[in-house]
């Protein structure tokens, strides 16, 4: 799954993958430009080098909502312990680090 950043919003594009995350942008976006789209969307935040972006947990589930297959939740649970594991999880659980690129 990844999240999909444009001046339009955030979109969550292939929410039944749950093998991956990132986060991508096509548009040429400032880091202050991603930081405010992503905070008018309630989709995270950038990381100190804004290479990353710690996306809430429950915006993923939000917006996977009803576009997902039985056995999500489970699936999802997997990548969030695997995520823990390497240092990707917020000490909270509340977050989980995406990598950030720029799509040509």
């Given at each position: 799954?990844?999240?999909?950043?444009?001046?339009?919003?955030?979109?969550?594009?292939m929410?039944e993958?749950?093998?991956?995350?990132?986060a991508?942008?096509?548009?040429?976006?400032?880091?202050d430009?991603l930081?405010?789209?992503?905070?008018?969307?309630?989709?995270?935040?950038?990381?100190?080098?804004?290479d990353?972006?710690?996306?809430?947990?429950?915006t993923?589930?939000?917006m996977?909502?009803?576009?997902?297959?039985?056995?999500?939740?489970?699936?999802f649970?997997?990548?969030?312990?695997?995520?823990?594991t390497?240092?990707?999880l917020?000490?909270?659980?509340?977050?989980?680090?995406?990598?950030?690129?720029?799509?040509?």
């Amino acid at each position: 799954m990844y999240l999909a950043i444009s001046t339009d919003g955030v979109d969550l594009r292939m929410p039944e993958r749950v093998t991956d995350l990132y986060a991508s942008y096509r548009q040429r976006l400032t880091s202050d430009k991603l930081a405010e789209i992503l905070a008018e969307h309630d989709a995270g935040e950038l990381s100190e080098k804004a290479d990353h972006v710690v996306v809430p947990v429950a915006t993923l589930r939000r917006m996977a909502a009803g576009r997902v297959p039985e056995g999500w939740e489970a699936d999802f649970e997997g990548m969030l312990a695997d995520a823990r594991t390497k240092g990707r999880l917020t000490e909270d659980g509340a977050g989980i680090s995406a990598p950030l690129e720029r799509e040509m």
